[in-house]
T-cell receptor, first 112, second 111 residues
Framework: DAGVTQSPTHLIKTRGQHVTLRCSPI?????VSWYQQVLGQGPQFIFQ???????GRGNFPDRFSARQFPNYSSELNVNALLLGDSALYLC???????????FGEGSRLTVL | DAKTTQPTSMDCAEGRAANLPCNHS???????VYWYRQIHSQGPQYIIH???NNETNEMASLIITEDRKSSTLILPHATLRDTAVYYC????????????FGKGTLLTVNP
């Protein structure tokens, strides 16, 4: 069975640019969450979507946005990139009653 | 969500049991204890979770104290592939999708 897939795996952008990261959840999972992990820290919650609706948002600026599509895949968009946005962006899906999250391998973003 | 306290790092010999402690003294009655681990450059991996009772699965055992203020994750026979950062997280059922990760414990399994 395919796990959570994310694309691209690595990308390099320059300050001020925009980036779109994509995530496909495990088949049957309706919830997708996004996390940012900077070097040396634990992942930090950005967004959660369930059935195409935003259900939670972490302490991130409005430059960060996301959406979920009818097939439950999701996109994370970041505008006006800053050097501090360099991080591993993780997507996680969940579908069971027990609440555990299944993470993808992440998209590593470098902002120069 | 309640905060957790974990040691920064621990070492364990290959083949021996690894016991990773976690303090969560402010845990609420409806909050679960979750454990995840993250092997270098990979996404976090769910290990186990529990509410009150001790739990065991194919990966590990979770021992929660009676007052629920602390817990221990036990890897019964650690291997080199268990070297990872282990995160103890406390979260209620309604906000399970929003996990608050700390810095975790870096477990190094030595040959």
């Amino acid at each position: 069975d395919a796990g959570v897939t994310q694309s691209p795996t690595h990308l390099i952008k320059t300050r001020g640019q925009h980036v779109t990261l994509r995530c496909s959840p495990i088949s049957g999972h309706k919830s997708v969450s996004w996390y940012q992990q900077v070097l040396g820290q634990g992942p930090q919650f950005i967004f959660q979507y369930y059935e195409k609706e935003e259900r939670g948002r972490g302490n991130f600026p409005d430059r960060f946005s996301a959406r979920q599509f009818p097939n439950y895949s999701s996109e994370l968009n970041v505008n006006a990139l800053l050097l501090g946005d360099s991080a591993l962006y993780l997507c996680a899906s969940s579908g069971g009653l027990t609440g555990e999250l299944f993470f993808g391998e992440g998209s590593r973003l470098t902002v120069l | 969500d309640a905060k957790t306290t974990q040691p920064t790092s621990m070492d364990c010999a290959e083949g021996r049991a690894a016991n990773l402690p976690c303090n969560h003294s402010t845990i609420s009655g409806n909050e679960y204890v979750y454990w995840y681990r993250q092997i270098h450059s990979q996404g976090p991996q769910y290990i186990i979770h529990g509410l009150k009772n001790n739990e065991t699965n194919e990966m590990a055992s979770l021992i929660i104290t009676e007052d629920r203020k602390s817990s221990t994750l036990i890897l019964p026979h650690a291997t080199l592939r268990d070297t990872a950062v282990y995160y103890c997280i406390v979260s209620s059922g309604g906000s399970n999708y929003k996990l608050t990760f700390g810095k975790g414990t870096l477990l190094t399994v030595n040959p």
